[in-house]
């Protein structure tokens, strides 16, 4: 018989081809940066759950023979909570979040980072249960603890409230009969060839699955992905045999956005709007470009702070004068501290009190900004006046400017390069928002080397200032409009 674990059977029920390429081509998965953060805040929100219930006993042994053993002898000793209690039915393994006594039994309890109940836990909920039931252990009740996204941190570690208890031992109930179902189907698959499973939305929800790369390589060229904003219609086109967005008719392409794509691609030249520069033209100076870096932890570390709020620890300004001189500000958070006032006194000083502030995707700045008036109201009036004074370059450059090699997108990192090579982020250390995440929280942890953190600090600062520069050089080349 086929071992499984819960986990398993879940990844079954998303795709039958993943689990199969899991147990039987397991070199062809690739963990991305998002799945990794996922698994470590699952971990620390993991942490903090058993926190809240102490004097517990936590089963951790890598050998889970050992693990299921251990778990059988805490459960003929004294009640206590059991964090990761192993239990083995029918080859099936599972490892509960908490266990809890209760009267009469034990509650179950699965522990999420998200902050509601999916409707995919129910399937996890059970397949618990089922197991729990099997090995003769009373359950009570069962209960999925999710994030409380209104829980606001009052310090000093006293995380009581961050996560909300649901009972969901009702809404289970129907499902508990079907685990062996899925059980069986999901030996089957295992027992049988690769499964033939086209990509689709199955390939990222409800998590995106390790083995994209090996069903969906990356397309060469200008396949009709390339279309944003309508993932439907470039099935269809695919459907009906295009493979090229070249050889697409252009009657098939019903919005401005996708004939403007399609035409550039097929002339293999940029289009660039000759009027693209007048609402630049118009501003005056100095004229300042802003870029954030934020960090938003499931668990939040600061006082006043709530979980997965965008805490911004870094900025990066490129100020330009009438005259055509340039200068860089910056700011980095270096230590693991609150960033937020440090953060926004010296930026505030640097951005004066006049002169149009450049971002990229106005909501995202605009409402760092907003929010860190409510904790610093002494500086209210100057985050009004600065929030009054963002333009956004992004509708800009979108309405007028677009090149086949942004392939449909119209990011800073896919517009830039377009118009300066020198200016990709395939040669920074810290290349995108989620490296910079990851490199900061890096650099603030204790445990880091002093060399690291500087090489760290350096590869931080390195890549937010491309980002404002790369918005200097849009705004440089709207302005001049086509030669
Ligand atoms: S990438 Fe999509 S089709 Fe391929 S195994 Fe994963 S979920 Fe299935």
Known sequence: MRGLSKSRIINHQQCPKRLWLQVHRPELSQTDASAQTRMDTGQVVGDIARQLFPGGVLIDTPDLAQAIQDTRALLAGPPRPLYEATFEVEGVLIRADLLIPDQGGYRLVEVKSATSVKDYYYADAAIQTWVVQRSQLP?????????????????????????????????????????????HEARATLDGAEPVVLPGKQCSEPYGCPFTAYCSPPVAGYPPEILPYNRGLADALRSEGYADLREVPEECLHNDTHRRIWRATCAGTPELNPQAGEQLRALPYPRYYLDFETINPAVPTWTGTRPYMQVPFQWSCHIEYADGRMEHRAFLAENGDDPRRSFIEPLLETLGSDGPIFVYNIGFERSRLNELRDPFPDLASGIDA?????????????AN????EMRGSWSIKAVVPTIDADLGYDNLQVGGGEAAQAAYLEMTDPNTDERRKHELYDALLDYCQRDTLAMVKLAHFLQAGPE
């Open 139 to 183: 359950v009570t009740r069962i209960e999925i603890a999710h994030i409380d996204n209104s829980f606001v941190y009052p310090g000093h570690g006293a995380y009581q409230g961050l996560l909300k208890h649901v009972d969901v031992t009702e809404d289970i109930g129907g499902l508990i009969d079907d685990v062996p179902r899925w059980i």
């Open 386 to 398: 600065a929030v009054d004074r963002l333009v956004d370059l992004y509708p800009i450059a979108k």
């Open 401 to 404: 400017y677009y090149h086949p």
